[in-house]
């Protein structure tokens, strides 16, 4: 069992930063790519980013890229999300999700979910 806890949303002006933390906890965190989701209001859950094991490659959404930033701290078993230049479309609850798969961008590959932060970006 991985146990992930996702801190550091809250509410922002467009145009603004927020930084994501989810930590990990269980299971070695270096055995799992990690990803960010994330699910507006009455939407489907949807892909934000992903990272692999060690960090040494990452994918994102079109509607992030350029924007937010995926890391991980290994030593410290938490993943991070920086978000610049938020836009109000970034309003959602954010999740973090480890996966067993060497990469995997669909909600079935992830094998454990973080109960969520909510971000909103007010206009």
């Known amino acids: 069992q991985v146990q992930l806890v996702e801190s550091g949303g809250g509410l922002v002006q467009a145009g603004g930063s927020l930084r994501l933390s989810c930590a990990a906890s269980?299971?070695?965190?270096?055995?799992?790519?990690m990803g960010w989701f994330r699910q507006a209001p009455g939407k489907e859950r949807e892909f934000v980013t992903i990272?692999?094991?060690?960090?040494?490659?990452?994918t994102y959404a079109d509607s992030v890229k350029g924007r937010f930033t995926i890391s991980r701290d290994n030593a410290k078993n938490t993943l991070y999300l920086q978000m610049n230049g938020l836009k109000p479309e970034d309003t959602a609850v954010y999740y973090c999700g480890a996966t067993s798969r060497f990469r995997g961008e669909a909600i079935s590959d992830f094998d454990y979910w973080g109960q969520g932060t909510q971000v909103t970006v007010s206009s």
């Open positions: 990272i692999s094991a060690f960090g040494g490659w990452t």
């Open positions: 269980g299971r070695t965190f270096n055995n799992y790519a």
